[in-house]
């Protein structure tokens, strides 16, 4: 039996599918991402971008599209654009400035890749056994221990989570290691005693400060190599780059000061008084401020970065060192190393808000990306606290290496 041919009715049409995703925004936000997808996802879009009446300034969106999205309102207005084949939209706005954005999307049902499964880790230095514990996040359970340097200290990632690298003080070198495998790739000799490291926002460079060499080393992520050798002063521990990638503040221990380094010389361009023995550095997310804890004072110095100037002074507890500041700029937590406690700041007044009570000698912390909880290191107890940033509260413990300090999260993203 024969059958007749249909032209154009072997197979049914593939369907389009709408989808809608809107939310709200509360600046400072700088390029924050508020949607992604994979190419090819999408076939089209309008985005559409709203600020409050009553913001101060003007709110812009931007994505990666056909043609780019390029969107701009002022207080009280709307923008929008239609694009094709739409994989990201970030929403930028300054302190106080609010809004809502609409996202409408077209997408062809016949060519759609797998969705992306995303998890956040936690990597904690584990300075007393010279190993790394990894966490995953969604269950604080360790899943992987990697073996690194002599007294490891601290651990960061490069902008696109694809390595992490470690800082062995006790070694003088630095432990690069591929998350995607959790395998070490490379070993980096640098200064004399090696505590923090830092890299700008491109990921071409990696700043190491080296304690007992009272310098700065500059690392080519690309090579591995160290490119370049910064004098600063005595004993620097934190380091912490601008958002705009131009300058590294250093705190020197023994100084009692703040060198900053512009990234175009590699050099020293000026060198700020700073509160007795200064610790870490964490700078807003807006670029505007940076939090010291003063581990002698007990106490933690605002600097305001446009003009090198300490702003303010708050109490923090016994020994501070550690300082992370939320996603959303709204928060500061400090550890108390003496305190056995995080003292909370509220960005926007600089005042304290809440001290937590946590573990045995309180070394580092970290937020987690999406900004809802605080992970602190107690290197006395062997273990990990975690805080939830809404309460302030402790709703969780779990043990780690022994002698953990250094923490730092990275998302790590898969076909599903």
């Not at 996802?41 to 043609?67: E, K």
């Not at 958002?243 to 020293?268: C, K």
């Not at 446009?306 to 550890?335: C, F, H, K, S, W």
């Not at 045995?360 to 606290?385: E, K, M, W």
Request: with cysteine; proline share 8%.
């Amino acid at each position: 039996m024969k059958f007749r041919k249909h032209k154009g009715a072997c197979c049914p049409p593939c369907p389009i599918v709408q989808e809608t995703i809107c939310g709200n925004f509360n600046g400072p936000l700088e390029g924050s991402e508020v949607w992604s997808a994979t190419a090819g996802s999408y076939r089209s879009g309008t985005f559409q971008l709203f600020n409050d009446p009553f913001s101060t300034g003007v709110v812009t969106a931007a994505g990666d599209a056909i043609p780019p999205i390029t969107l701009s309102a002022a207080p009280g207005n709307t923008d929008s654009q239609s694009v094709n084949n739409p994989t990201s939209f970030t929403i930028s706005a300054s302190l106080g400035d609010s809004g809502t954005y609409c996202i409408t999307l077209f997408r062809n049902l016949c060519n759609v890749p797998p969705p992306l499964v995303c998890n956040v880790f936690a990597y904690v230095v584990n300075s007393n056994d010279n190993t790394v514990s990894v966490v995953d996040t969604a269950t604080n359970t360790v899943v992987a221990t990697i073996p690194v340097g002599s007294i490891p200290d601290e651990v960061a990632f490069t902008p696109d989570g694809s390595t992490a690298y470690v800082t062995n003080f006790g070694s003088d070198n630095v432990t690069v290691i591929d998350t995607a495998t959790n395998n070490v790739i490379a070993t980096i000799p640098v200064g004399n005693g090696p505590i923090e490291v830092a890299f700008t926002p491109d990921g071409t460079r990696a700043y190491v400060s080296n304690e007992q060499a009272s310098t700065v080393s500059v690392i080519d992520t690309a090579t591995n190599t160290v490119i370049a050798t910064i004098p600063v002063g005595t004993t620097p521990f934190g380091v912490a780059i601008t958002p705009d990638g131009t300058r590294v503040y250093v705190a020197n221990q023994g100084a009692s000061s703040i060198s900053v380094i512009n990234t175009a010389t590699n050099t020293v361009i000026a060198t700020i008084p700073d509160g007795v023995n200064p610790q870490q550095i964490a700078i807003t997310p807006d670029g505007t401020r940076a939090y010291i804890p003063n581990g002698t004072a007990n106490t933690v110095t605002v600097l305001d970065i446009a003009t090198n100037t300490v702003i303010a002074t708050l109490p923090a507890g016994g020994d501070p060192e550690a300082v992370a500041i939320t996603p959303n700029g709204t928060r500061a937590y400090v550890t108390n190393v003496l305190g056995d406690s995080v003292t909370v700041i509220d960005t926007a007044t600089n005042t304290v808000i809440a001290t937590v009570p946590v573990g045995d000698s309180p070394r580092g912390v970290d937020i987690t990306p999406d900004g809802t909880l605080a992970y602190v290191t107690n290197q006395g107890s062997d273990s990990v606290s975690v805080i939830d940033v809404a309460t302030n509260t402790v709703i969780d413990t779990f043990a780690v290496g022994n002698g953990p300090r250094g923490i730092s999260f990275v998302q790590i993203c898969t076909e599903g």
